[in-house]
């Protein structure tokens, strides 16, 4: 059951439109991501669906129940912002309980219920503990059990993890998955990590000026970017201008084979560096960098023609820097771009 609908929604500052004639559906315990560039207006729809902004223009829906006019704290969302705003002079305990007072005004203890959800985000026993002596991940993670407190019907996260280091960062989004399975919290979150949200996420919306620019499951998403705006916020560099006749495609790189009933002509051609194969005979170029990846190693060739590719290859065997190699390309990481919409 769709439990969110925004439908047309717009937010103008001035003449410009933050967010633009968005129609967007989030599922009962769905986890949707929204990506974007940075000013793409990602944090306005959050806010938007909070009732922390006005829409200019559109329907905000949450089971069904058209918000206008109803204020934050009647929406039955949790909201979770960047900087999780703890209240830095009391302990753990009252930090989360805050977030059950809001609910349940009057009751005296809600001890039972603070364990329970430390338990749940990974600190038992912390109550007692200072705000100011917690890990950026710990406050973190109290935050979080701030927010879910009150079980709201919608959690929001703004940057969840937004300050914290890689590993960290890494760490808590897989915990984050598995809580939030296990919970079935319908989530709506914002990032502009890309791992964090392809990691975290049931479907991924990335947006641009204010607008949709895709929206579908991570697997979706990185097999088949929308777009060509897309595919490069996704960090796929190699795009390129071809003409695709058949199973092949005339490229500065030469004939570079696509999936089978591309649309044929002028087109603009995607290659994964993982459908760029190192071979005895094919493509020449240098190469320019190789960085270890753990899985992997990216490379970067500069072809005797066209513009710098993005390799990948396996750690053993991997060539040096100033190598000269030949690659051929492999049709299954190849994507045909559909055409840029005016
Ligand atoms: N209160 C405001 N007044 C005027 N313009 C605003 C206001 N809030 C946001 N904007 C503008 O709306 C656009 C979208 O902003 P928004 O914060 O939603 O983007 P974002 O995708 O969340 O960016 P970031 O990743 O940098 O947080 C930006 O151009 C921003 O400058």
Redesign the pocket.
Known sequence: MTLLQLEGVSVR?GE?A?VDAVDLAVAEHEVVCVL??????????LRVVAGLQQVSGGRVLLGGADQAGVPVHRRGVGLMFQDHQLFPHRDVGSNVSFGLRMRRAGRSSYAAEVAQLLELVGLPGAQGRAVASLSGGEQQRVALARALAPSPRLLMLDEPLGQLDRGLRERLVVELRGLFSRLGTTVLA?T?DQGEAFALADRVVV?RD?RIAQAGTPLEVWQRPASEFVARFLGFENVVPAVVSGTGAATVWGRVPVPAGSPEGEQRLLIRPAGVALCAAGLRCEVVSRTFRGTHVALLLRPEAGPVLEAECGLAGAPAVGDRVAVTFTPAEVVVLPPPTP
Do not use: I
Not at 36 to 45: A, D
């Open positions: 500052f410009r933050a974007g560039p940075s000013g793409s207006g990602k944090s306005t729809l914002v502009h947006m204010g």
